[in-house]
């Protein structure tokens, strides 16, 4: 049964890709999860599930991959990745501005937000990478805070707020491809929102982390294939030499963090890898066997609401909820998985169909040919769910639901406030 969701993905990858005739983000994402696939497959068969290391949930565990949860993991996800079907990237004809100075502010304010992450970050960089990684990631899961939040803490409140709340630099990545693909700025002129969009991975340096650079990788793939008939010859040749440094560090950066963690595990850090890669079908059968029905838990869903209503997030509760489980929650099962375990197999159904009801009424209709770049920007925020979700829910936090907050926003006030506006202007020059 493990060989079904490999099987499947890479079935659904190659219709998107034949019903198409193009590489669009459908088939980009089910791609995402034929590799991940993959290497669950590898896994079991080269029996590296026995460690826990790489998160799989219990040292011995050796899952059935029931028919049951192996149809939901892979239904649900494709209910999440069909609206951007839709989507066909190749026949985009025009992206709109119709907010222009709006969008202008909203960029000086994550490139303000992206230089004090820098200012506060790149004084502590040097010494991470003469430090242990092991250790500053156990760190992290202690609890304490790095020095460039013990240094945040010590600025004024403004700046405090900039750097809490930054992980809204990473709408820098879209913004970028629009000025330079589709506006056709200077390049010298949009790279900062480049550089200040890498914040996020910044910030997690500090903590041994690589999820956040996986996270902005997958994203930077995400905009590629979006933007794909607006890139030039200039962007492309710019964007080529600006990655290949980059992606050279930061893939020393991923093998020295993972030797580094998982140098005492039997499996080595290659084997500790694939875990990490291929786990998410595997913990999301254990979720379905396992899950205690009766408890249902909607912070990690409903982060804001649930902070400033109920005063708790899901960082607050994961040790809580793991006790009553009998098992450690914070490991990859994808979004779905996530869903599930929050909310039950109802509930994950009900989650998948209203994201998917959510992207449609972004995308509107079939082979939609012009969009508002605002339109683009919550794409992309949508976008995150499945395409991370091949290993977990992102927006979790306060930290990170801010950005679909602040993208949501935007795409409001272009859909309707804007609008209305201006017909409001039209009626009273026609009178």
């Not at 630099?169 to 629009?178: D, H, I, N, R, S």
């Not at 041994?208 to 979006?226: K, N, Q």
């Not at 779905?336 to 994201?355: E, K, N, Q, R, Y």
């Not at 907050?405 to 020059?429: D, H, P």
Request: glycine content about 8%; hydrophobic content about 45%.
């Amino acid at each position: 049964m493990h060989f079904v969701p490999l099987i499947y993905f890479a079935g659904l990858t190659y219709y998107f890709w034949q019903k198409h005739r193009t590489y669009d983000l459908a088939a980009y994402m089910s791609t995402l999860y034929t590799i991940t696939s993959l290497c669950c497959v590898i896994m079991v068969l080269g029996g590296f599930m026995n460690a826990r290391g790489g998160g799989v949930l219990i040292d011995g565990y050796e899952p059935d991959f029931g028919i049951i949860p192996t149809v939901l993991y892979c239904g649900l996800i494709t209910i999440t990745i069909l609206p951007f079907s839709f989507i066909r990237p190749e026949k985009l004809e025009h992206i709109g501005n119709v907010h222009r100075y709006i969008l202008y502010a909203f960029t000086l304010l994550i490139i303000l937000q992206g230089f004090v992450v820098i200012y506060l970050v790149g004084g502590f960089i040097t010494d991470i990478f003469n430090g242990d990684f092991k250790a500053l990631k156990n760190y992290g899961y202690a609890g304490d805070i790095t020095p460039a939040d013990a240094k945040m803490l010590t600025m004024p409140f403004p700046i405090q707020i900039l750097y809490y709340f930054s992980f809204m630099t990473l709408l820098g990545l879209p913004l970028f491809f629009y000025y330079s693909c589709v506006e056709k700025r200077s390049l010298w002129l949009v790279a900062p929102l480049l550089v200040v969009s890498i914040s996020p991975i910044l910030r997690g340096v500090l903590m041994a982390d690589r999820t956040e650079i996986i996270h902005y990788g997958l994203m930077f793939f995400f905009c590629l294939v979006l933007f794909q008939n607006f890139i030039t010859k200039k962007v492309r040749n710019f964007i080529l030499l600006t990655s290949l440094p980059v992606i050279a560090v930061g893939l020393t950066y991923l093998i020295a963090v993972s030797s580094s963690r998982f140098e005492s595990e039997d499996e080595g850090a290659g084997g500790s890898m694939l875990e990490y890669a291929g786990q998410s079908y595997a913990n999301f059968c254990y979720f379905y066997d396992n899950h205690n029905s009766e408890l249902y838990y909607i912070e990690r869903e409903t982060p804001l609401i649930s902070y400033f209503i109920f005063k708790n997030q899901y960082v607050d509760t994961k040790e809580e909820r793991s006790a009553k489980e009998g098992f450690f929650i914070g490991v990859f099962a994808s979004h779905v998985g996530s869903w599930l375990l929050d909310t039950g197999v109802i509930g994950a159904i009900v989650f998948s169909l209203f994201f998917a009801l959510l992207c449609c009424l972004v995308i509107q209709r079939y082979n939609r040919t012009d969009f508002d770049v605002t339109d683009l920007i919550m794409l992309f925020t949508l976008g995150v769910v499945p395409t991370f979700g091949i290993f977990y829910y992102r927006y979790y936090s306060i930290q990170t639901a801010v950005v679909y907050l602040a993208a949501g926003l935007l795409y409001l006030y272009s859909r309707f406030i804007f609008v209305w506006n201006k017909e409001e202007t039209e009626e009273t020059n026609n009178a």
